[in-house]
């Protein structure tokens, strides 16, 4: 079965930073595959484009928020759970990267010693705390159901080693997917990673975005796995790293998704470590 043909009909999910780019083709990925949507964004009119591109039929509710107040998150799940139902998937998806400082930051790279303390806590709020957050308050529902997905989307290592202070919160996001993948083993709910493999062409790339968009990967390529991690096939896939620029959509499902991962975070280093009896 190729990911185009897989159902994840009667499935609730919750996607954040829908309103353009991975989220919106994410979640025009998941309405195709019959999942009931609620869309979060800080930006109200992008959520209203991302819906007329998805399908009907389905239950859609939009939250326009800036989940950056930790404050607004619980009432994003409650209004959730209230309107669509309670959320089987997760996708922690909403992020802010170096355009919000400058447009031109590969060639002009962010520093360290540049970034203010009120710089830092709005990176950390919105790519780090958010997820967290809103991974805890849908987990004991998924836990007590015996089913459910949560995906944090972060990005690649180079972009963690070399990019402030984007990538030292998508770090931290992917080190809380292998905790909470090791929390919630045996609970019948999984936690994985998806990265899209490269640069894509969304707002992220400020102003480059417009000179070599044709060079960057496309946002679409995010839609297959993030149904297939969705749905039951991938009842038994936890703690993973999924790359969709390596997910082959011509192979079957289960053949692609084996191509396209490794193990979460840094596996093979952290184990290492001398351990009292």
Not at 151 to 179: F, R
Not at 183 to 188: A, E, I, N, T, V
Request: hydrophobic share 45%; proline share 5%.
């Amino acid at each position: 079965m190729t990911t185009s043909s897989i159902s994840i009909e009667g499935r609730v999910a919750l996607i954040t930073g829908a309103g353009s780019g991975l989220g919106r083709a994410m979640s025009v990925a998941m309405s195709k595959a019959g999942a009931s949507l609620i869309l979060t964004d800080i930006n109200a009119a992008g959520l209203q484009e991302t819906a007329a591109m998805c399908q009907a039929r389905q239950p859609l509710e939009l939250v326009p928020a800036d989940i950056a107040q930790s404050d607004i998150l619980s009432s994003i799940v409650k209004r959730g759970n209230d309107a669509v139902g309670e959320i089987d998937i997760l996708i922690n998806n909403a992020g802010i990267g170096p355009s919000v400082i400058r447009g031109d930051f590969l060639d002009n790279p962010i520093r360290f010693w540049e970034l203010t303390p009120e710089i830092l806590q709005r990176f950390f709020a919105v790519n780090c705390i958010a997820a967290f957050t809103l991974s805890a308050l849908v987990a004991p529902g998924m836990i007590r159901r015996g089913w459910g997905r949560i995906i944090n989307v972060t990005t690649s290592l180079d972009s963690m080693l070399h990019m402030a202070p984007y990538g030292l919160t998508k770090a931290s996001l992917e080190a809380h997917a292998a905790v909470m993948a090791n929390d919630l083993k045996d609970s019948g709910v999984t936690a994985n990673v998806l990265v899209p493999g490269g640069t894509v062409a969304t707002s992220m790339t400020g102003q480059y975005l417009a000179a070599a968009a044709d060079r960057m990967l496309q946002a679409e390529i995010m839609g297959p796995p993030a149904v297939w991690l969705s749905s039951t096939f991938a009842d038994n896939v936890s703690g993973r790293r999924f790359n969709a620029a390596k997910w082959d959509a011509s192979l079957p499902a289960d053949q692609a998704a084996q191509q396209a991962s490794a193990p979460v975070a840094w596996s093979g280093y952290g184990d290492k470590s001398i351990q009292p009896t």
